[in-house]
T-cell receptor, first 112, second 112 residues
Framework: KQEVTQIPAALSVPEGENLVLNCSFT??????LQWFRQDPGKGLTSLLL?????REQTSGRLNASLDKSSGRSTLYIAASQPGDSATYLC???????????FGKGTKLTVNP | GAVVSQHPSWVICKSGTSVKIECRSL??????MFWYRQFPKQSLMLMAT?????????EQGVEKDKFLINHASLTLSTLTVTSAHPEDSSFYIC????????FGPGTRLTVL
């Protein structure tokens, strides 16, 4: 059974700092991995999607990497801003299935 | 971009009553929609996969007679929580599949 773990559970940083969020998964036979952002009481916004054959994806100040063999992914946020404060979720899908298995998330607070 | 809406955004009900939550894909057709549940500080957990014109597929441990899903059209799926109890209080999120999964803003259910 696939399990997704995110570390740390919470992170507080000053504005402008670069930071890394970690995600690990137990079954490396994934189809893709996604990073989402969730604001309090809100739905999910997809940030980056990495196919199993890819090593990384970039969007603006965000960079996500994937090491499928070791079951790890990182989300790098450059020059953090207070508006980046949210919970970041990592989710994987298995081959042939659209089901997403989520981690518990990392709650990020960027202080002005 | 693809937009998914949910209604209501929050609902409070008495124990024993039934509550219906709607999930709509506003600008695309979705043959498949997904229903997730998120308890505080926990991961989103997939409850069921809703397929237009056929019966929903429920995840292990989810009571199909308690959580009724109807996907009557390509833009609407409904989740009815029957005889709700306080332990059903949670954040319910739907997603609709186009090329990727697009998530709704969620519905906060509180059962008194």
């Amino acid at each position: 059974k696939q399990e997704v773990t995110q570390i740390p559970a919470a992170l507080s940083v000053p504005e402008g700092e670069n930071l890394v969020l970690n995600c690990s998964f137990t079954d490396s036979a994934i189809y893709n991995l996604q990073w989402f952002r969730q604001d309090p009481g809100k739905g999910l916004t997809s940030l980056l999607l990495i196919q199993s054959s890819q090593r990384e994806q970039t969007s603006g100040r965000l960079n996500a990497s994937l090491d499928k063999s070791s079951g790890r992914s990182t989300l790098y946020i450059a020059a953090s801003q207070p508006g980046d404060s949210a919970t970041y979720l990592c989710a994987v899908s298995q081959g042939g299935s659209e089901k997403l298995v989520f981690g518990k998330g990392t709650k990020l607070t960027v202080n002005p | 971009g693809a937009v998914v809406s949910q209604h209501p955004s929050w609902v409070i009900c008495k124990s024993g009553t039934s509550v219906k939550i709607e999930c709509r894909s506003l600008d695309f057709q979705a043959t498949t929609m997904f229903w997730y549940r998120q308890f505080p500080k926990q991961s989103l957990m997939l409850m069921a996969t809703s397929n237009e014109g056929s019966k929903a597929t429920y995840e292990q441990g989810v009571e199909k007679d308690k959580f009724l899903i109807n996907h009557a059209s390509l833009t609407l799926s409904t989740l009815t929580v029957t005889s709700a109890h306080p332990e059903d209080s949670s954040f319910y999120i739907c997603s609709a599949r186009a090329a990727n999964q697009f998530f709704g803003p969620g519905t906060r259910l509180t059962v008194l």
